[in-house]
Each structure stands twice: as C-alpha cells, then as structure tokens.
C-alpha cells in the first residue's frame, strides 16, 4: 500500500472485500477502538472445490466413537474469519475456504453431515468437547496446545509480515522494536509479538494492537493506523493479492509449522478416525486439489499424524 490514506477514500473502497480475512495480541493493550470491524463479506466468487468424487469409506467410518456415529454429524467449532482458510461468502453467511473444504471432505468419507458452527477463534479450543466435537480453524500445532487436546496435522503453514506498499515505514523484518504492529488475538504471531517485547525489544518494546478478526488488522494497516501486521503466510499472501495494490509482503515466511484439527484428549477414538479419514484424502489428491483450488497448494503435506514431532 502506499502511505497512510484517509480511510474514506481508501479503506472504504475495499474495507467489505478484505473484512473476510482473520487469525493477536493482549486485550490488555488493546488500543481505542482497534477492534472496530465492517460485517465480514465475501472476498471472491470462489465457493468452493469440487467434490463430487468424494464419498463414504466403510472401513474409515467404523472406526468412528459410537455417539458420533449414532448422531450422524460432526459439529465443527470455526471461526471464518481468516480467508483463505476459512471466511465468508458473498453472502455474508455461507462459511468457505481451505478448511471448510476440508472438513466437508472428511465427513463424508466418515458418513457424516458437517456442522460448522462459528466462534470467536480464543474459545474454539475450550470448547472442544463440550459445545463441539472438533475444531477446525488454522490452529497451528504447538506443545502448548499438545498438553491439552490432541491435534492431528493436515496443512503446514509459517508466519509472514505484511506492510503498505513501498514500506513506506521502512520496517525491517529483523527488527520490529518500537514499531505498531497489529495481530489478531490469540495467535502464534501474537504470542511471537510478546515474546519479543519480554526479549530483544524489552527497552523499546513494539506497540502491540490486537484485533477480534484479521479482517480489522488488515482494514487498519490499509488505513495507517498501524505500521506491519503478521499472520499465517497464506493469510497475509491472500490479503496482499487482493489489496488492489494496497499491501506488499515483507521478509520471508519464518516458522514454518502443520495445522491440526482439535480434538478432546480422552477421545482417542474420533482422533484415529479423523487421521485416516484425512490420509484417505491425501492419497487420493483430494487435499491437492482444494488446496490447489484456494491457491495455497505448496502448504498441502502428505501424511496425517496424530500429535506429531514439532522440528
């Protein structure tokens, strides 16, 4: 993007296209109105892969827990909010994206109709277990998380900043002390923020403003307010795309790491289940193909794993 504009006559031009984009920082350091965001909206005429050649394997779906089978569904905590991995439609209802293809194709292999329930992205993984039977929502996996679900890795992504075009900031991705930076809550790159606030950049710390949904970080770098902002690679490269010019990677994607589905740690069942079904889908070129679809197909990776090895 160029330099700061005045949000009337720049923001406002692409502000419902980019509100579909999501994934943080301290509520605490929550600045104003930081959160203030547009109602979500479609970000493109995409709807969906084709995935009419996806069907039920009876091998799989007996090895479903006995209440998931006997309920017929599976509910899926979501957030859409974090295009392209999952967001609106241009309706401002229908969820879509990598992920919402992704856990449409599973359950079919499973048998099951797919209950995608929105959430805000902090109380998905709280919830598994209770209020859903899964998450399914960019959740990187991390030991952290490990110590309390179980996850199963299907998509491998990294971090990557994302400034106006020209930098006209000149923010050095080596050194973002002092810089305002925004996040959306509760992420990897939130946690990264504060831990280099705790380290390197403890005498000139940067200035943290977190947002509910990534669509808002990016509607307030677009408009000035903050200076760089950090998410998933496929996040920041989709909002760059589709800025109209507006926005420019910066540096390389760092940390790379898989995604993984949330499941309760008791339920070893609906683990194993969910991991062959997603195997299923990988040697059939299943996942390729939607992630193809959503133009993140170097992310796609080839073996589900149930907590796997973080190298």
């Keep these: 993007m160029n330099r700061t504009r005045a949000l009337v006559s720049t923001v406002a031009a692409i502000t419902a296209a980019l ?20 109602p979500a909206t479609g970000l493109t005429s995409k709807q969906g892969a084709d995935l009419s050649a ?38 401002g209802q229908t969820p879509i994206g990598v992920d919402i293809d992704m856990m449409t194709a599973m359950a079919t292999v499973l048998g099951l109709d797919v209950d995608i329930r929105s959430s805000s992205f902090d109380q998905i993984i709280p919830s598994v277990g209770s209020a859903f039977d899964i998450g399914m929502s960019a959740f990187t996996i991390t030991e952290t998380r490990m110590q309390t679900v179980t996850m199963i890795s299907y998509f491998k992504a990294g971090s990557q900043y994302a400034v106006q075009t020209g930098n006209p900031y000149n923010i050095d991705p080596a050194n973002l002390c002092g810089v305002i930076a925004g996040v959306q809550t509760n992420t990897v790159q939130h946690e990264s923020f504060l831990a280099m606030n705790d380290g390197d950049c403890a ?25 760089v ?34 499941v309760s740690q008791d339920d070893t069942q609906l683990a194993e289940a969910l991991r062959a079904a997603l195997q299923h889908l990988m040697d059939n070129g299943i996942m390729s193909e939607i992630t193809q679809y959503w133009g993140v197909g170097d992310a796609v990776i080839t073996t589900a794993e149930i907590n796997p090895t973080l190298g």
């Design 203 to 227: 005498d000139n710390p940067i200035t943290i403003m977190p947002f509910d949904t990534q669509g808002a970080v990016t509607t307030n770098l677009i408009g000035g307010r903050i200076q």
């Design 229 to 262: 902002m950090d998410a998933d690679s496929p996040v920041s490269a989709w909002a760059v795309e589709l800025s109209d010019g507006q926005l420019e990677k910066l540096g390389d994607i760092r940390n790379a790491a898989p995604y993984g589905i949330v």
């Design 54 to 91: 996806v069907s039920r394997v009876d091998d799989i779906a007996a090895l479903l827990p006995s209440n998931i089978a006997s309920a017929g569904r599976l509910v899926v905590g979501n957030n859409p909010e974090y295009a392209p991995m999952e967001f609106l439609a241009t309706d």
């Design 19 to 38: 509100l579909a984009l999501t994934a943080c920082t301290d509520a605490s350091q929550n600045l104003g109105d930081s959160n203030t965001d547009a």
